[in-house]
């Protein structure tokens, strides 16, 4: 059974950036995609990012398009989220996700993906 375990969470203001990362452990990584995904208060989650597995295509919401980057070294099991030019709306829990199938093409589809990481806050204060 894979873990996956997210930091780099936090309080910045507008403008900040951040690296999230998350670490799988207790299973295979390099073989499945991988997603980021946030949820807001009130608000139900969303898609942000995803990538292919081995280091393949990735993919954005259009509201962090430009602005985040994801990315993934196999050899240490992890996948980032690069955070750049956060805004106030940025602020929500983080998840990442592991596909549920290995050699799965990456999808926005949350219910593609069948593990998931605890969470790491990030808020942007304007």
């Known amino acids: 059974q894979v873990q996956l375990l997210e930091s780099g969470g936090g309080l910045v203001q507008a403008g900040d950036s951040l690296r999230l990362s998350c670490e799988a452990s207790?299973?295979?990584?390099?073989?499945?995609?991988m997603g980021w995904f946030r949820r807001s208060p009130g608000k139900e989650r969303e898609f942000v990012a995803s990538?292919?597995?081995?280091?393949?295509?990735?993919d954005y919401a259009n509201s962090v398009r430009g602005r985040f980057a994801i990315s993934r070294d196999n050899s240490k099991n992890t996948v980032y989220l690069q955070m750049n030019s956060l805004k106030p709306e940025d602020t929500a829990v983080y998840y990442c996700?592991?596909?549920?199938?290995?050699?799965?093409?990456?999808?926005?589809?949350?219910?593609?993906?069948?593990?998931w990481g605890q969470g790491t806050q990030v808020t942007v204060s304007s």
């Open positions: 996700a592991r596909a549920r199938y290995p050699l799965a093409t990456h999808t926005s589809i949350a219910a593609a993906y069948e593990s």
């Open positions: 207790g299973g295979t990584f390099s073989d499945y995609a």
């Open positions: 990538i292919d597995w081995g280091n393949g295509p990735t």
